[in-house]
């Protein structure tokens, strides 16, 4: 065969090839665009993930720090050449052309002061023009920043979209605020079951000390540490959270103290699980139950009574209960209790019932079996895993010296 032939083959066997090769490579892109989904379909998937990131940093409110991490989102979000976000105070980060900064904080005052969306057209920045909308941000009805989009021009579509960011980012600025409302109601309770512990608890125990000092120093002495345990303990400062061993430890000073002021009349029995020592739970969420256990339970009873604490591993949850045997509650009291009424009785109950569901949602709430005369049961069932929330311990508030810091 001719050269000239053989050449004119291969070229074709080579054209071919490319062809197929193209063909394939269409098919493929094409099957690509179809699992990315259509163009609304990945336009809604655009705007989430940037609205999602940016919401993160904008629950602290849009100061300077958040407002540099959010902007470059919500830039992208508005698709805008520049975006401002100026916070109450009047101070302006800029996402994009630094030098847009001046009119920013001019065109943010004028925008919380309308209470509207305000346009300003052909501003010169530098040797060029731009347009701008700002829109005002209003989070709880009072003034919270307003954010400021620079294009050129400005069309309706983003007049619109800025409104609708402001509103959106200032319902994340709520957000935050009501994160902080519970964060602070959390600490409220917790300083709630500290006065409960004060007065009452430290006046027994004090009384209890004091009367073995002349017939028992050494069992007095054992006395002072497990209150000074257990008071270091109950109001120490550091950490939301703990772990069940640090609670049951707390509980162990707090139980030989009332043994030594009710004697035999308080039985005590533990079944404990070691699988669950480690798991995480609000400071303060079982050493109250017990309290509740011995002054609302056993103190008015004639002859006292037992308490059974119990921690057992249940899969991905750890269930644990306390009971007394004791004079028990009227339920509908309990009702009322837990629902917030009744000052002043059983304030355990009711706090590290607010705080469960607080922090694991109402299916976690404290679930309470009991009725007069009938003993009281109370349980919780705590997840095992907790990832991001760190047990601080009772060791933290004390100095190089093993004293406490002030």
């Keep these: ?63 300077e720090t958040d407002a540099i991490r959010a902007g470059r989102h919500l830039r992208a979000l508005l698709g805008c050449e520049s975006l401002a976000l100026v916070d109450p105070a009047g101070t302006v980060t800029v996402e994009g052309d630094d030098a847009v900064r001046a009119v920013a904080g001019r065109l943010a005052a004028e925008a919380s002061a309308s209470g509207r969306p305000q346009v300003q057209r052909r501003i010169r920045i530098g040797e060029e023009e731009t347009d701008a909308v700002a829109a005002p941000i209003r989070a709880s009805g009072a003034p919270a920043g307003a954010i400021v989009a620079f294009a050129a021009p400005v069309r309706a579509g983003l007049v619109r979209a800025t409104g609708e960011v402001a509103d959106w980012v200032a319902a994340q600025v709520e957000l935050g605020e009501l994160d902080a409302s519970r964060a602070a109601l959390a600490e409220a309770e917790v300083r709630a079951l500290r006065a409960q512990i004060s007065p009452h608890f430290i006046y027994n125990s004090l009384n209890a000390i004091a009367s073995f000092i002349n017939t028992d120093p050494a069992k007095a ?156 049961l109370v349980r919780m069932r705590i997840p095992k895993s907790q990832p991001g929330r760190v047990a601080a311990s009772a060791d933290d508030d004390l100095g190089p010296d093993g004293r406490l810091e002030p």
């Design 1 to 63: 065969m001719p050269e000239s032939m053989l050449l004119a083959a291969a070229a074709g066997v080579v054209a071919g090839a490319l062809a197929v090769g193209v063909v394939l490579l269409l098919r493929r892109l094409v099957v690509t665009s179809r699992e990315l989904g259509t163009d609304v379909e990945r336009a809604t998937y655009q705007t989430l993930h940037l609205a999602s990131r940016a919401a993160k940093h904008l629950r602290g409110g849009i100061g």
């Design 221 to 376: 002495r054992e006395l002072v540490l497990e209150f000074a345990d257990f008071t270091r303990y109950s109001f120490r400062r550091h950490g939301d959270f703990t772990t069940v061993a640090e609670e049951l430890r707390s509980i162990d000073s707090y139980l030989k103290l009332e043994r030594a002021r009710f004697g035999d009349r308080l039985r005590v029995s533990l079944q404990i699980a070691p699988e669950v020592l480690s798991t995480v739970v609000p400071f303060l969420s079982i050493q109250p139950l017990v309290e509740n256990a011995v002054r609302h339970g056993l103190e008015s009873k004639e002859g006292g009574g037992r308490i059974s604490i119990t921690a057992a591993d249940s899969g991905a949850f750890a269930e644990i209960s306390v009971e007394d045997d004791g004079v028990g509650i009227d339920p509908a009291v309990l009702e009322t209790v837990l629902a917030g009424g009744a000052p002043g009785e059983h304030v355990g109950l009711r706090n590290v019932d607010a705080r469960l569901r607080q922090v694991y949602g109402d299916e976690h709430g404290l679930v309470v079996e009991t009725n007069v005369g009938a003993g009281t």
